[in-house]
């Protein structure tokens, strides 16, 4: 599977941002979903997942209540809602595919779209 992200940006301290990821290949509703994030210095974290069926979600705490993810089997896409941001939410901002349950270990996914940056002035 082939990931193309999109969305990003600048925003103020408090503000919102949405960001995509397009699927294209094998089956997207095989594939659990998650969201990463690599801030300047530091390893790449996660954010949050979802299952390939999009009804089960886990969040990192320092996200929880703030970012939603979501997907949508039928556009072969998944988002990720970005609420109240924070400047410690500046990073680069990855989504990524595996076959199988979710996980939120960098190196248990297999697929990945290109980075964003997402930038939060205060």
């Known amino acids: 599977v082939q990931l193309q992200a999109s969305g990003g940006g600048l925003v103020q301290a408090g503000g919102s941002l949405r960001r995509s990821c397009a699927a294209s290949?094998?089956?997207?509703?095989?594939?659990?979903m998650g969201w990463f994030r690599q801030a300047p210095g530091k390893g790449r974290e996660s954010v949050a997942t979802?299952?390939?069926?999009?009804?089960?979600?886990f969040y990192e705490d320092s996200v929880e209540g703030r970012f939603t993810i979501s997907r949508d089997n039928a556009k072969n896409t998944g988002y990720l809602q970005m609420n109240s941001l924070k400047p410690e939410d500046t990073a680069v901002y990855y989504c990524?595919?595996?076959?199988?349950?979710?996980?939120?270990?960098?190196?248990?996914?297999?697929?990945w779209g290109q980075g964003t940056q997402v930038t939060v002035s205060s």
């Open positions: 990524a595919a595996r076959r199988g349950t979710t996980s939120f270990r960098v190196n248990q996914y297999d697929y």
């Open positions: 979802i299952t390939s069926n999009g009804y089960i979600t």
């Open positions: 290949g094998p089956t997207f509703s095989n594939y659990a």
